[in-house]
């Protein structure tokens, strides 16, 4: 997906100036088994409809990091393509309560949140380069910081979810074409900070990696 060939890192504010990827297509949840994938492709422009909702007898199920397994049972209905810099958020009709989770899809570039099964949130994302990668698994929520700023970076990270002990998190940043981080996950700060007021310290995120090349 990337062409990553390129000498010299341009730092600013905390994000490295990289060679762009392709234009992320909307990929709501992304699946990895074969029953997911082709219920949550992505949807025809004629759609109508900003939902796309799931019959309970045959509610998708994503396959995640460490083995975890969730359902999903609505989905954002995303047509087009989205951009860098763009997301959508979308709770109408959708419970107040139920259990939060994070999909971040390397591969796309998209994260997306669930909150009971119901997708309510996607954005075009930043992530780490090959020499500061952003690690993949499955993490939790350890720590909130509204104005968090990083004194390694000398940057601002603006409604900052921590994941790892080393600083990896998921933060608002200027989510730019041909721009990287460090190792962390940036979002729009509109889309950060909606995030932040749903996740909670114990909340789970899955971030995805990127399928591996076949050898020839």
């Not at 109408?92 to 259990?99: E, Q």
């Not at 998190?169 to 460090?182: D, F, L, M, W």
Request: glycine share 10%; aromatic share 8%; with cysteine.
């Amino acid at each position: 997906m990337r062409g990553l060939i390129l000498v010299v890192l341009v730092s600013l504010a905390g994000i490295m100036l990289w060679p762009a990827a392709k234009e992320p297509t909307a990929a709501p949840g992304g699946a990895l088994d074969a029953k997911s994938a082709a219920l949550l492709a992505h949807v025809p422009e004629n759609s109508a409809g900003t939902r796309i909702w799931y019959a309970a007898s045959d509610y998708p199920r994503l396959k995640l990091p460490g083995g975890h397994e969730e359902i999903v049972k609505s989905a954002l209905n995303i047509k087009g393509k989205m951009t860098f810099g763009s997301f959508v958020w979308d709770e109408a009709r959708i419970p107040k309560s139920g259990a939060m989770w994070v999909r971040v899809d390397l591969a796309h570039q998209i994260l997306s949140v669930f909150r009971g099964g119901h997708e309510i949130g996607s954005a075009v994302i930043l992530y780490g380069t090959d020499g500061k990668p952003t690690p993949t698994g499955d993490f939790t929520v350890l720590q909130k910081s509204a104005d968090y700023h990083s004194h390694a970076y000398d940057a601002a990270m603006p409604y900052m979810l921590r994941l790892t002990d080393d600083g990896v998190a998921i933060h608002g940043s200027n989510v730019r074409e041909g721009y990287a981080t460090h190792g962390c996950v940036g979002v729009p700060p509109e889309f950060a900070k909606k995030l932040f007021a749903v996740m909670a310290k114990g909340d789970p995120v899955f971030i995805v990696p990127q399928p591996q090349a076949k050898q020839g």
